[in-house]
């Protein structure tokens, strides 16, 4: 992706410079500085108030200040504590956390071992998807190499201070992302949430005081300690401080990573980084926060990013996945399809959750299909208020969102679906209408040689005809014609 | 002591036999023999003291842990939303094609299964699979043939 002004490299300051399978790579650009001076120079109180000033909230969705969270699980009593990397990174559209582990692995080592030293854990655990087999490497490759340099294992600096990290891999299950199934999947159980509090910080894995973060909020940790706290709140916004790493993907110019402060406008991403919109198309809407997230329109390029700033606008900030929609989406299908995965990735421990998004995605599915009734988008909201009111995680209670923001933002769409039975942007394969115009088909017999299931009919060199109730609507006969004369309605 | 159990007692040696190993142990099973048949399951209850039940429990809930035979090579296409708008669809299809097999399929040969699977973290080079532990991004039609094909020519 191109640089670009607007852009700021705090997380991903390393990938892309440094080759990531060689140490000295990294401790060439103040690598492991960071810890080197909290063990010889710094008490663990005086390094959690250092983040505590920098500002820095969780970049793993939900914005907690991560320097409050150190203090609570250093202040929980313990013989043991751990530090666990949240590396199950799986909002569709998301995959900062990736290039990350597979760009500057040792960012994030470092992080865990000063975490280590602050809450006063010698044991750090990192929770990897399956998924992520390169990442899994490199780690691997990095954490042989910090062994061997002195910066994982006994005695660390000199210091006493001992820590090393295992790592842990997922299977699978997008719902492990979330904290306390993240943590029973590492207890060998089903990785199901459970109720909080207890947090993590109080009574987490084997039930000792656990400090979970996300990768990217380990990566900021080194350059944080390095360049201090007042430099880092001097970025972004008043309550959202340093910089958000996002994924652009979908119907934009210029796809992957970009990392800029925290109150840049989507204006600025979308056209001045992104590119625009491909093919010359027109902007219609962009996902954030993934299935927990919501669609924001037109009306919000140019509202800043920041945490609050977007759960105000209806969606919210998430992991930073960005997935950019254009005219041709049909937002309908867009709140469909997130219900689906969420359908497919709910746990099934409580019933708003796995009933509650069943009915959704059926209500959905009715509309989309064409049988929709002005009542179901009153359904629709109603139910999603219960399930976001009821459910036991976070997945459930943000699985509607998606569904919400279409309604609030594209209410026109529905409308159009259930009252005229039209899908405006033409993607409800169950509404479109492929007929022959009889002014131009000469007749070549060329659909009627395609068509898969026999769905046309008529002479040679006479206009055909399409049997509406065979058609499977799969477009083959519009692409084939040469003479334009098939429409779709 | 048969090929399975000695790898599971292999395994639990080197994990542990505590309720935090079940995973890793069960992952390192799954890497060799593809999938987690019943009796391996009741093996790994045996050598690590924890109930049958409670093994098949926990392996059923995660996606990456197949309790199906399967073949050598799985396939796994993403069908989340990046990839689904660029073409996911006609990918699908090119393999089944090649292939013969449908989703949640074997070949007869015990080659290639082909399973779908959620976000990949490759959208932005999408669309993206994962052939046991390779990711492969911007696959159209054309390349899953020249993929497959190279799979093909590997020895069993
Ligand atoms: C359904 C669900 C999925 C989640 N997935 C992730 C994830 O993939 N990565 C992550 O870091 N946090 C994820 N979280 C948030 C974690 O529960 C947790 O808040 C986070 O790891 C804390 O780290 P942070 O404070 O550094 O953000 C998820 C939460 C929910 C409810
Ligand atoms: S809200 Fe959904 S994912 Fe969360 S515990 Fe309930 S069923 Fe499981
Ligand atoms: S859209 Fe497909 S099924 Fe329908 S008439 Fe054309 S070729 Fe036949
Ligand atoms: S949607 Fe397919 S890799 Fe992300």
């Given at each position: 992706m191109n640089d670009n002004k607007k852009q700021l490299r705090i997380?991903?300051?390393?990938c892309g410079f440094?080759?990531?399978?060689?140490?000295d790579d990294y401790i060439s650009r103040d690598g492991y500085m960071a810890l080197g001076k909290c063990l010889t120079e710094h008490t663990p109180e005086e390094t959690i108030k250092e983040i505590k000033d920098s500002g820095l909230r969780g970049?793993?969705?939900?914005?907690?200040p991560t320097g409050l969270k150190w203090e609570i699980t250093r202040k929980s009593e313990s013989d043991q504590k751990y530090v666990v990397c949240n590396?199950?990174?799986?909002?569709?559209?998301?995959?900062m956390d990736r290039s990350i582990l597979e760009g500057d692995p040792h960012s994030v080592i470092e992080a865990m071992a000063i975490c280590g030293y602050c809450i006063g854990a010698d044991k750090g655990l990192v929770y990897i998807r399956a998924e992520y087999p390169l990442a899994i490497e490199r780690l691997q490759i990095a954490l042989s190499q910090a062994r061997e340099y002195g910066?994982?294992?006994?005695n660390i600096f000199r210091s006493g201070f001992n820590f090393d990290i295992e790592i842990r891999f997922g299977?699978?299950?997008?719902?492990?992302?979330?904290e306390t199934a993240l943590i029973h999947s590492m207890e060998g159980l089903r990785g199901e949430p459970t109720f909080k509090p207890p947090f993590p910080s109080v009574s987490?894995?084997?039930g000792k005081p656990t400090n979970v973060n996300n990768v990217e909020t380990f990566a900021n940790i080194p350059a944080i300690l390095n360049k201090g706290a007042a430099w880092f709140s001097s970025i972004g916004t008043e309550k959202s401080k340093g910089t958000k790493v996002f994924a652009l993907a979908g119907k934009i110019n210029n796809v992957g990573l970009i990392e800029v402060p925290m109150g840049t406008t989507l204006r600025e991403v979308i056209?001045?980084?992104?590119?625009?919109?491909?093919?010359?198309k027109k902007f219609k809407s962009v996902q954030t926060g993934g299935p927990s997230g919501g669609c924001l329109t037109t009306?919000?390029?140019d509202t800043p990013i920041d945490y609050d700033n977007l759960i105000d606008a209806g969606s919210m900030m998430g992991s930073g996945g960005m997935i950019v929609m254009d005219e041709d989406d049909c937002m309908v299908a867009i709140a469909k399809f997130y219900l689906e995965f969420t359908l497919e990735e709910?746990?099934?421990?409580?019933?708003?959750c796995r009933i509650g998004n069943k009915r959704l995605h059926e209500i959905l599915d009715k509309i989309t299909s064409g049988?929709?009734?002005?009542q179901d988008i009153e359904r629709l909201q109603l139910l999603s208020q219960v399930i976001k009111d009821t459910s036991l995680c976070g997945l459930g209670q943000t699985s509607p969102n998606p569904v919400l923001s279409t309604i609030a933002n594209f209410e026109d769409e529905y409308l159009a679906h259930v009252n005229?039975?039209?899908?405006p942007a033409g993607q409800c394969k169950a509404l479109l209408k492929y007929e022959i115009i009889e002014d131009l088909?000469?007749?070549?017999t060329l659909c009627f040689r395609n068509c898969p299931v026999g769905a046309i009919s008529g002479e040679r060199r006479q206009p055909h005809y399409i049997d509406q109730s065979l058609?499977?609507?799969?477009g083959v006969c519009y692409e084939k014609c040469?003479?334009?004369a098939i429409t779709l309605s | 002591m048969d090929s399975i159990q000695s790898l599971i007692k292999d395994l639990a040696d080197q994990h542990?036999?505590?309720?935090?190993s079940l995973l890793p142990v069960i992952q390192g099973l799954v890497k060799r023999e593809k999938y987690l048949s019943e009796y391996s399951m009741v093996e790994i209850a045996r050598e690590m003291d924890i109930p049958a039940a409670e093994v098949f429990g926990t392996a059923t809930f995660?996606?990456?842990?197949?309790?199906k035979p399967a073949g050598k090579y799985i396939i796994r296409v993403c069908k989340t939303i990046t990839c689904s708008m660029k073409g996911k669809n006609q990918l699908l299809f090119a393999i089944q094609d090649m292939l013969k097999i449908n989703v949640g399929e074997t070949t007869p040969d015990k080659r290639f299964t082909l399973l779908e699977t959620n976000c990949l973290g490759w959208c932005h080079k999408a669309p993206a699979i994962l052939i046991n532990d390779e990711v492969y991004t911007e696959v159209t039609p054309e390349k899953i043939r020249e993929i497959l094909t190279g799979y093909m020519k590997e020895n069993i």
């Open positions: 997380a991903l300051r390393n440094i080759n990531p399978e060689i140490i970049r793993g969705g939900g914005g907690f590396a199950d990174e799986g909002d569709p559209g998301a995959f910066l994982l294992g006994e299977a699978g299950a997008f719902v492990c992302g979330e987490g894995y084997l056209y001045e980084i992104g590119g625009g919109i491909r093919d010359g009306d919000f390029l709910s746990c099934g421990k409580c019933s708003p049988r929709g009734e002005f005229e039975g039209k899908c088909c000469t007749g070549c058609c499977i609507k799969c040469k003479f334009n | 542990g036999r505590n309720r935090e995660y996606s990456f842990l197949e309790t």
